[in-house]
């Protein structure tokens, strides 16, 4: 079945270094991919998306890759700051014939930004 | 405009026991999803919906009812509660589905359940 694989699982890094997630995908017919970002005891909020149509898209700090042939996509944070500090979700969004929007979640990244 | 909102946000139960999850959302979105958040596991999908009177299967969908009666609310039952079902539990939902373009979800603060 469909599968993403995500990694590392956790991750620390100083204030001010930058931050990389990779993602892995298996289904060949996804083509939407948003990342979310978990703080402690609250909701997934979207950070940034990116549609197979587009290799990189930028907001600021944040930035996402997407390599189709390859199947995988990665988030890229620059000068990281202590808020960074967070859960980190990839997805992947296959469309599907019944029209839904299924959305296929990584196993998450714990990323920690140190003062 | 409060986006999402599930009720209760915590709650303890005895195996066997059952209740309901309430999500309501006020953005006039079609779609709505339950997801359960486990450790190391991300968010799996329990059940959706595609729009009032629909409901679907997802990933996980053993143990679990949904109704959605009303565009706005999407109710998550669950008829005789097991300790495998402690899990935190969001709802979602997003835009009606456009051809060939997928919408971001917005979640709910999400429901924190335990079963003894």
């Known amino acids: 079945g469909e599968n993403v694989e995500q990694h590392p699982s956790t991750l620390s890094v100083q204030e001010g270094d930058s931050a990389v997630i990779k993602c892995t995908y298996s289904?060949?017919?996804?083509?939407?991919f948003p990342w979310y970002k978990q703080e402690l005891g609250k909701r997934p909020q979207l950070i940034i998306d990116?549609?197979?149509?587009?290799g990189e898209k930028k907001d600021q700090r944040i930035a996402v890759t997407l390599n189709k042939t390859a199947k995988h996509f990665s988030l890229h944070i620059t000068e990281t700051q202590p808020e960074d500090s967070a859960v980190y979700f990839c997805?992947?969004?296959?469309?599907?014939?019944?029209?839904?929007?299924?959305?296929?979640f990584g196993a998450g990244t714990r990323l920690a930004v140190h003062p | 405009n409060a986006g999402v909102t599930q009720t209760p946000k915590f709650r303890v139960l005895k195996t066997g026991q059952s209740m309901t999850l309430l999500c309501a959302q006020d953005?006039?979105?079609?779609?709505m999803y339950w997801y359960r958040q486990d450790p190391g596991m991300g968010l799996r999908l329990i059940h959706y919906?595609?729009?009032?009177?629909?409901?679907a299967k997802g990933e996980v969908p053993d143990g679990y009812n949904v109704s959605r009666l009303k565009k706005q609310n999407f109710l998550l039952g669950l008829e005789s509660a097991a300790p495998s079902q402690t899990s935190v539990y969001f709802c979602?939902?997003?835009?009606?589905?456009?051809?060939?373009?997928?919408?971001?979800?917005?979640f709910g603060d999400g429901t924190r359940l335990s079963i003894l």
């Open positions: 919906s595609v729009g009032e009177g629909t409901t």
């Open positions: 997805a992947a969004g296959p469309l599907f014939s019944g029209g839904y929007n299924k959305l296929i």
């Open positions: 289904d060949s017919a996804s083509n939407y």
């Open positions: 979602a939902s997003t835009f009606t589905w456009d051809r060939g373009s997928n919408q971001p979800q917005h």
């Open positions: 953005m006039n979105h079609e779609y």
């Open positions: 990116i549609r197979s149509n587009v």
